[in-house]
Structures are given as structure tokens and as C-alpha cells.
């Protein structure tokens, strides 16, 4: 499938602009595509975008339990109540998209590396999701990250992201995105997507009225939102506003899809592709302006990069010493 997937995409131009452009392009995007529907999602990005500033290096489950513990009522009870482990407390809520959504900033902050992005993420999640929620919010960070790279296109988005998904979600990832590899508009490819997602979605036909087993761990299915996002970004061809409004076409979780499929495309187009009217209304619907933390995040993901070299350095020197006739 993935060379199938690599000469039948719709074509787009790679992605040369530079990070700040692509973060403020990520996360404006973001919030421009889920509107004032996503208004909780964004508000945790922001959130999540603050214990980067503070901590300025990466982040890990108790990281996320101490800056993020009233940010959600599930973190609030799981944390601050029931005092649980922030690397199991997870375990329990309703397996959907609810780290996903906010696990951009992972991304950001590993730009260009999507393997770190994905372990990262499965830390930073952990506090707040588990099972297939969990994995979702590890591989759109490796998406978010893998388009931060020079000449990024929607394919080699895709592609990053197959290294190291999992089980239902990767087979999920593989089907949506050959249906949307022999499409070039969202209309026509809509339920097409839903079919080949259909397998592992435990939401069922309904979505607002979720099945018996929706929300419930499993190695064999999958969170909807994101493989149709892909398949969606692929579509879009990195276009901002047709990636957006072809996902706004798929319906069922419409808010939670857009803003996937708007953070990436965003990424790919940079701050200036997303309409400033449409993030005007998230930021005021939200509370929070998302494309004014760019900057801020930007500066993180420099430090971070600059420690990593330096601890890499270090580990170099340390082998070194005990296996010097190692290459």
C-alpha cells in the first residue's frame, strides 16, 4: 500500500517554509478548523503549549498531572482526587479522541523527528487516555512532526505516520488512506472513508448514539477521526481551506476532525493559508488565542533541540570511552 499510496496522492508542493511559520500555521490552524465546537480541545492545546514554556524541555506523564490536572474533569477527579498514577491514570475514561486533540504541541516540540513525537506523546497522554485513545494521540504527534520536515508533503505525512502505529489504528491509517490516494475531492471520497474506517470504529453506524462497546479498550480498532483526517490531508493536497472544508463534509465527529486535519494542513500551508475571520471566532469562542502562543512554542522547540544535541553529544562521548572501537 504505502507505494501504491506515494504515486497515487493527490499531487501537492513539498513544504519549504520555516518552523515558526509552520507552528503558527499548526496551531491557528488547529483552531480555526474546529471552530467554537472544539473550544475545549483548544484550550487544552493552550494549556498544553503552557507546561512547555514553563518546563522548556520535554514533557512526561507527571509533567502533565501536575501543569494540566484541572484542565479536564477526568484529570481533575483521576489526579487530584483519586490521586492516581499519572502514568495509568488514563486507564478507565472513555477511549476516544480526547488526548489526540490537544497533542499537537508534542509534535511542535519534536519537529521533524516523528519517532520522538510518538513517544513523547504516549507519555504525555497517558494521564488522560489509554488503549487506541492513547496511540491516537502518539500518531498524530508523529503526524504533526513529520510535517515540520523540509519539503513535507500529505504523503510522507502519511507515511510517517505508518513506522509506528499500532494494530487497529495503523490497518485503520492504511485502509482510509487508500481510498483517499484515488480521490481529489472529499465529496466523492466520504463514504468510501467510512466503509474502509467502518472495521475498526467501535462508535458504530450512529455517532451520536455510540454503540455498547464504543469507548472500550481494544488492540483491534481504532479512533475514527484520525485516519479520515489523513485521508482527508491527502485529498486537500495541503490546500488549507479545501483540506478543512473536505473534512467539514464527513459529518459524525465533524469538530474533533477538522481540527485534526487543520492543525496538519495548517502545518503544511503555514499561518498565512488559515483565514483570520474563521480564527477569530475559535479564539473568541475559545477564550484563547492558539496562534499567539506560536512564537513562544517556536523558541521551546529551538531549546529543546539545542538540549537534545547537547545530551546526545554527551552520550557520544560517554560510549565512546567505555567502546572506543565502536563506529
Known sequence: MTSYLVHNAPPARPCTLPLADRVAGALTGAAAAGGPGAAEAIRLTHALVGAYEEV????????????????????????????????????????????????????????????????????????????????????????????????????????????????????AIEAAADVASRHRDAESAVRGLRAAVAPYDLVGPVHHAPALGAGRPSRLHAVEELPVALGMLLIGAADYRRTVLGARTYGRGADTLALLTGTLAGALAGGRAVPRDWAKRAAEAAGVDLGAAAPGLTRVAAEVFARDTARRRAHERAFRAVAPAQP
Not at 512532526?145 to 523540509?150: D, G, K, L, R
Open 56 to 171: 522548556r524541555d520535554h514533557l512526561d506523564a507527571y509533567a502533565v498531572a501536575e501543569r494540566l490536572g484541572t484542565a479536564d474533569g477526568w484529570l481533575r477527579t483521576r489526579l487530584r482526587r483519586a490521586h492516581a498514577d499519572p502514568r495509568e491514570a488514563g486507564a478507565g475514561n472513555c477511549v476516544d479522541a480526547g488526548a489526540a486533540v490537544y497533542a499537537a504541541p508534542v509534535g511542535l516540540v519534536n519537529a521533524a523527528n516523528p519517532a520522538s513525537a510518538y513517544t513523547e506523546a504516549l507519555d504525555v497522554a497517558a494521564p488522560h487516555q489509554s488503549s487506541y485513545g492513547r496511540e491516537a494521540a502518539a500518531v498524530f504527534a508523529a503526524a504533526v512532526a513529520a510535517a515540520c520536515a523540509e519539503g513535507a508533503t500529505p504523503a510522507s505525512v502519511v507515511l510517517a505516520c505508518l513506522a509506528p502505529a499500532k494494530d487497529g489504528t495503523r490497518a
